[in-house]
């Protein structure tokens, strides 16, 4: 086990279109969290799962955003109707347990909508 | 006013200059500490972490937490080239991480 993939690496959308990430966290890790990475900016959270439940939600996840971990193996982010303030990292990180002593990243999906 | 206050830099220095890099926070809630290295178009990896106030130490460096100051210190030794990134700090309530803007750090040869 490598660590945490997120595919694609980079993704440029147009403005309107629908995108999908996926995220292959490590697998004895329970835990898998979305971040969403602006330029100059620290990791913001934006969900969480515990396996296959969603446990928590940022208000920053609008409506146009849906993430899913249907076996509590890997998961799924997707955008609808992309706007160009959706153009950010979106990172994807793992743990086993509660990650009190940290994450681990994976490397991200960088998202351009043009 | 932001949960955890972080300089965004940037930061220059001579190799095997100490580097101190530096964060501040509101909540007192806060309990696990960490900081993490990110290396451009990379995701973080986490160099340290601490629980509560104190000191720890790994290698080349060095963690402080002073809660009572809600101020959280990276000390880096013997700075190296390889050094050069961004290090953002990090702090833990609940099931939530709460991330500095990270500082920007340059260690030219």
């Known amino acids: 086990d490598t660590g945490v993939s997120q595919n694609p690496r980079h993704k440029i959308t147009k403005r309107g279109q629908n995108v999908t990430f996926r995220c292959d966290p490590i697998s004895e890790h329970n835990r898998l969290y979305w971040y969403r990475q602006t330029l100059g900016q620290g990791p913001e959270f934006l969900t969480y799962f515990q396996n296959e439940a969603q446990l928590e939600k940022s208000r920053l996840l609008s409506d146009r955003f849906s993430a899913e971990r249907p076996k509590g193996s890997f998961s799924t982010l997707e955008i609808q109707r992309t706007e160009q303030g959706d153009s950010a990292m979106y990172l994807c990180a793992s743990s086993l347990g509660t990650g009190a002593y940290g994450y681990t990243f994976g490397s991200g999906t960088r998202l351009t909508v043009v | 006013q932001k949960e955890v206050e972080q300089d965004p830099g940037p930061l220059s220095v001579p190799e095997g200059a100490i580097v101190s890099l530096n964060c501040t926070y509101s909540?007192?809630?806060?309990?696990?500490f960490m900081w993490y290295r990110q290396y451009s178009r990379k995701g973080p990896e986490l160099l340290m972490y601490t629980y509560s106030s104190g000191n720890k130490e790994d290698g080349r460096f060095t963690a402080q937490v002073d809660k009572s100051s809600k101020y959280i210190s990276l000390f880096i030794r013997d700075s190296q080239p390889s050094d050069s990134a961004t290090y953002l700090c990090?702090?833990?309530?609940?099931?939530?991480?709460?991330f500095g803007t990270g500082t920007s750090l340059t260690v030219i040869p």
């Open positions: 909540n007192s809630a806060f309990q696990y």
């Open positions: 990090a702090m833990r309530t609940g099931n939530q991480f709460y």
